[in-house]
C-alpha cells in the first residue's frame, strides 16, 4: 500500500532492487524511485 507508506516513511525513497515496480507507479504515489540496474 504506497499511499501508507508515503505517510509512514519520512525520506520517501523505494529502494527497488529486484525491478519489481513500475517507476512512474511509484511517482504517481508521490515517492521517489531508485532502482539498481534501470535507467
Request: hydrophobic residues 40%; without cysteine.
Amino acid at each position: 500500500d504506497f499511499d501508507a507508506m508515503r505517510e509512514a516513511v519520512q525520506d520517501r525513497v523505494v529502494f527497488d532492487g529486484r525491478n519489481l515496480y513500475e517507476p512512474a507507479l511509484i511517482r504517481g504515489f508521490g515517492l521517489e524511485y531508485r532502482s539498481i540496474g534501470r535507467r
